[in-house]
């Protein structure tokens, strides 16, 4: 029932009979979902007096407070022109400006991949999954945890393409330590655009390296399509509290002039950057939102943005941030409710933990953030496989065993089927009281598609489980990356575009000295 | 903010000075929370056509196909009476008769434990969390799998004990298989009654083993309070499809009689016991619980029952049941409204996996069943922690870890502050664009009770956990379980109880040989 863009199989037999058959069913079949077109309704905490309040003290914020645009005298200069009260770098937006400016933003764009059945739709009742962004360590069972290396970045990327559920090739999904920071985007970029076929982010590390990835989208896309298409979505986070500063802003508006997408997002470790307590988070997630977006419309009316959250709690013993708590929880649907009361897509949640291994307290933490993601009516969920330890680490078996749980959403997303067969009566008079179910006729049309069933978990009888070495989900989970990393097949590229963009990348790296910092 | 009934140090020190001080700090505080009050809405994943369609069509159930009674002629006497066809053993209800006697039961009751602070009220917006039922093993890192005994049986009552957010003792929360079949129920209820002091449940395994349970409850609480009060729960599976057995119903049949409350439960692996569908699933589910809880009626117009489903699915390679899948969480949704519908106390969800391991995919399958068990509206989560392998292993391990997570449950369901003190706004003005909040006075003043805080997980800096091992969460938690055994303390009983409830035990013991089936 899913509705699947399947690669054909590409070790498919030459010859007819026995053994073409028994090759058709070891044949590797890649396939990827298609982005999840919710059919539940969304769970909503705020009843409509709360979101009147917190609408109304986010304006009080923007008004009497003000944010700052640091180090940018343009910006100051569009928000003057705009009919802010700017202050040195600080921008007073009267109450309801902000608001009035984000109307231009669309509600729901396109992103366009280089294979259009990836093509995903951002906004509305979508939800689009993107992996971990931004470790700079890797895990796994046999090398431990260690600095990301670009061969690391690969063997994500490669399991991103093999996820079924992952409908997004995402950015940093790892750090690539061992490449010079000034140089590293440009790497990153060439292995999402020819190691995957699925849509991707763009570099917002410096102003450059967002034009950078501009240019190497003009030549994978043509530069006209990339002029009239969304094809980048990138990461833009705000330095809360209410604070915007140069690089990241330099990035929006390289993105926002070329029409590509951009998410705007405050970086909240709640308790450190913004208000311990949930309304008081999320008032100030509002007024930086309502400031970032507005002002990406100042840059160019009509550009893709996206409402963002990455919202944390605290440790309050140990300062750490922590993962998938009750508090995260209500900031999120909160979030959800007020981007869809602006009329933006939202960005939030993901595989989150702050877990060291992919153990029971990583998988607690990690549905507890997946499921209220799902139900918080998230358009694009970044992290939404392999994150671990906070975000310092991606690690390779959680990628796998949460890129599994992502099927689980599919299919819940659904909803409840309510048509005959779903009703199922037949059925029911058929088997009678006391009767069996699994023979009967409605049983076994609908067994096959009935059940979401795990590509990774076990379902084994004990004993059977046991004779196979009492595996636990890490050890299954190292044996599926293998698995899909030994499966992988590269997609089919013009080799004239790859040839070109490797002189991009080669003639840029060779351009300027290696920069560590 | 949790109003929690706490026990008062018992080992107080008796003089002042630093001396009493450190004592204070390392007493042991035994704490209770107060069962959930849910200050948050509920899921709905039914429209209000679905919902009236799976009422309609199970009342076509009842009245077409009809349920049995099974060598029960006093139950036929009575639907006979009420007005239903009864042919054989079918009983076939006409549209409208079983809701209808459904509306003298109780949409909440209380149920009362033996520490008036710790009696639970069943119904309404409340979740009372109660642990696991049933397995016959038990497992811990140390031992392994295996028979569980009464020894297991009183370490996991002590547990439920010490546990702050289980406020219920439950039942058979492992199967004490070194006692004989016939007179394990006495053994269970005299733990239950003397290492706690939670509420707890009945034997359902016989009648006479339930009038046992209802005689010990005389013994503990008096006679006539026990006439007047409902201090048990106990569970009454349906033997789905369609099928009420003699020996349940001639258990629900004592509790009725005794005001005492009933779980009544359809026992449902999708796709076995009922249709592979959820639609069909729920419409089975509805008419198996209106004709329980009607029968209930009939026995004791106003007795306390309680909207049961238990409901998996199943794995269609392997036959196994499966658990935290998406088709459960609708079937789970989905029967909330249907007892909200019908004015009943709900019961479903619970720690559910299928894993031999409390490991990653114990605990994803498991937060996915508790945050719809929080979201579904659950008014007694029965197996709440604890549960392993299906149901067929009780885990230590997994015990105290589920019951963390529990905590994470009760934040949650408080809902979002919405006071000044909520709302925040001293705090962000004081702090200001590019401020810290750390340090302010809002912040100071709401710490401690801001953010939930897990007792068991691993929130250490990377450094610091590695020193200390490298540990994951079953190595925390069997920490863990040690630590809460050698605290425990035994709640104080009248001796004169104590003995007069030992007393019955040894002479119910006394009056029948062992029977181990």
Partial sequence: MTQASSAAPTRRARSGGGAARRAERTAVRIETAR????????????????????????????????????????????????????????????????????????????????????????????????????????????????????????????????????????????????????KRHLDMLFAHMTLSDKPFMGSVTEPSRAQDSVDMCNILFGEQFVQDNTVLTSLININSPLTFDATMMGALEVYARNNQAAIISPFIVGGAMAPVTVAGTLTQVLAEVLAGVAYSQLVRQGAPVIFGAFVTSIDMNSGAPTFGTPEASHITYGAGQLARRLGLPYRSAGSFCGSKLPDAQAAYETANSLNMGLLSGV??????????????????????????????????????????????????REVGPGGHYLGCAHTQA????????????????????????????????????????????????????????????????????????
């Fill in 35 to 182: 982005f999840i077109e919710r059919n539940i309704p969304n769970f909503e905490v705020l009843n409509e007096e709360a979101l009147q309040i917190i609408e109304h003290n986010a304006e009080t914020v923007l008004e009497e407070i003000g944010v700052n645009f640091v180090e940018n005298p343009a910006a100051l200069a569009h928000w003057r022109e705009a009919g802010a009260d700017v202050q040195g770098e600080r921008v007073r937006i009267p109450r309801g400006l902000a608001r009035k400016l984000c109307a231009t933003a669309p509600s729901q764009f396109t992103q366009v991949a280089r294979n259009p059945s990836k093509s995903v739709e951002i906004g509305g009742r979508n939800l689009v999954l993107a992996p971990v962004y931004g470790p700079p360590f890797v895990r796994d069972a046999e090398g431990g945890r260690r600095y990301a290396t670009m061969a690391d970045f690969e063997k994500f990327v490669k399991l991103g393409y093999m996820s079924k559920w992952l409908h997004h090739s995402g950015g940093t999904v790892c750090e690539p330590t061992d490449i010079a920071v000034n």
């Fill in 446 to 517: 609908n067994f096959k598609e009935a059940f979401w069933r795990s590509d990774l978990l076990d379902y084994k009888p004990y004993e059977t489980w046991a004779d196979q070495g009492s595996r636990d989900t890490q050890e299954l989970a190292g044996a599926r990356v293998k698995k899909l990393l030994g499966d992988y097949q590269q997609p089919q590229m013009d080799p004239a575009v790859r040839e070109a963009l490797l002189a991009f990348v080669e003639q840029k790296k060779h351009s300027m000295p290696d920069a560590f910092a």
């Fill in 379 to 428: 358009n694009f969920m970044l992290h939404a496989c392999g994150w671990l330890e906070g975000g310092l680490v991606a690690s390779f078996e959680k990628f796998v065993m949460d890129a599994d749980q992502l099927g689980a959403l599919h299919s819940f997303a659904k909803g409840v089927f309510m048509d005959d067969n779903g009703q199922a009566m037949d059925a029911i």
